[in-house]
């Protein structure tokens, strides 16, 4: 806290973010700017009944995005629906763990960790999901939620930062 009063000005990306600053800081020292997204870039090229059984998600592959939940949760529904595949676009330092993970139950030719991908290669993928999911922990405004939406994917998430909020409003 007495950091942050050193500041002229803290900015935050989402709401619940400039809630928990209000009670630290005086308001006009708080500047809530929010991401935002190209929906004419992301936007939809077939329609959704056309799209793969493809259930995609983003971001870095460390604990705080909870892959390891995607996982284990895809695990149980692959027996019910075999023909689904799970894509985790992302690189980071629980590569391992979680490629050890998908072996245990054995899905290697359901779940893929394909890394980093340039913008346009993401672009593509999110085209052709039928499915985002967001397991995340701990969220602002996630622009991989606003880019999923805006490229026609169903979407869920866990009830963190502002991806309630985002989803309600759609």
Known sequence: ILILSLFDLVLCVSESQRIILSKLLPSKKILKVSNGVDAKFFEPTKDYILRENLIISVGSLRWQKNFKLLINSFAIV??????????????????????????????????????????????????????????SKTEGLPKALLEALASGCVCITTNVGECPFILKEV
């Not at 245990?104 to 999110?126: A, C, Q, T, V």
């Open 78 to 135: 692959h027996n019910k629906l075999p023909n689904w595949k799970l894509i985790i676009l992302g690189e980071g330092k629980d590569r391992n763990y979680l490629e050890k993970l998908i072996g245990k139950y054995h899905l290697e030719d359901y779940i893929f960790l394909p890394g980093s991908l340039s913008r346009e290669e993401l672009k593509k993928y999110l085209q052709k999901s039928k499915i985002f999911v967001l397991p």
